[in-house]
């Protein structure tokens, strides 16, 4: 394809840690996945346009895609509000991708300051007063960082001209319509009430005792592997919940109980169903659940 009829891919950045820009160039098929494109801009590969071409505003846009928390004043580059540059490329964009839980909802920088700072379109699970404007060419990459795969997904999808099925937050269904439990190797820890007491086992389920919020988190971390190979859970340590609008929450390691019942019951459970099936499962104790798989060192 000549690169004059390649979709023009722009990549802005505003308050960011760069983690979702790492991400991505951890892709296995990073080079294969970007000569579908022309990258007029990006914060560190070579493009054909300088950062102080795209503040001039004079830089072609077909994909917008956005890093970082959105501030509407008070963010500056080169003297220009970066929510003033993100906004005329967001109005010539034909597709918008927010990618990180940031750019999305707000993330940990909305933390600094709440009632300023928020993702471009939602404001954690509100919409913002942009969402109007820009909800129809908008597609929601929620993480911290998100998976390089997920966004070579929605990439590839709108090279090859082809829907994406969103949900309410505009995130891709084929990506977040799982929850992290789905797909982790602890399963059957959970199901027979099993728990481990401390991180980098591999034995045990991490819900109870160490906070994973892996049953009411929307993801494909445990069916897309990092690194195609690990994810939290297998590696010992609890899903933080990073693709959900409410991340950062409190008390990571920790899973509230009332009365030694989850406050919060796994998506989609009700109260009713969790304690029956828990009541049965405890009443039975399985040997197997109680050996280790392998022998550590000492």
């Not at 493009?47 to 503040?55: A, C, L, N, Q, T």
């Amino acid at each position: 394809m000549a690169s004059q009829n390649k979709p023009k891919l722009l990549w802005l950045q505003s308050i960011t840690c760069n983690g979702n820009t790492h991400s991505f160039l951890n892709h296995p098929d990073l080079f294969f996945i970007l000569s579908h494109f022309e990258v007029v801009h990006h914060p560190v590969l070579d493009s054909s346009y300088s950062m102080e071409d795209v503040i001039a505003g004079i830089v072609p846009c077909d994909i917008l895609i956005l890093e970082g928390s959105f501030q509407e004043e008070g963010f500056l580059k080169s003297g220009v509000e970066v929510s003033s540059i993100i906004k005329h490329y967001a109005n010539k964009a034909k597709h918008i991708i927010s990618v990180g839980t940031c750019a999305t909802f707000g993330g940990i920088f909305k933390q600094k300051n709440p009632e300023a700072i928020s993702g471009f379109c939602f404001n954690a699970e509100e919409k913002t007063e942009r969402y109007n404007a820009y909800a129809s060419k908008l597609i929601s990459l929620p993480g911290c960082p998100m998976h390089p795969k997920w966004l070579s997904y929605v990439l590839l999808m709108i090279s090859g001209k082809k829907d994406i099925p969103i949900d309410n937050l505009h995130r891709p269904v084929e990506l977040y319509g799982y929850t992290v439990h789905m797909g982790c190797t602890r399963n059957e820890y959970f199901e027979w009430k099993i728990d481990t007491k401390t991180f980098g086992l591999k034995e045990g389920c991490l819900f109870y005792e160490t906070g994973c919020r892996g049953p009411y988190t929307r993801g494909s971390c445990n069916k897309i592997l990092w690194n195609d190979i690990n994810s939290k859970t297998r590696a010992g340590t609890p899903c933080f919940g990073c693709t959900e609008p409410n991340y950062p929450q409190e008390s990571f390691f920790e899973t509230k109980t009332n009365m030694g019942i989850p406050d919060k019951m796994p998506l989609g459970v009700s109260k009713r169903a969790y304690l029956t099936l828990t009541s049965v499962a405890k009443s039975f104790t399985i040997k197997r659940f109680s050996e280790r798989l392998m022998e550590y060192d000492k």
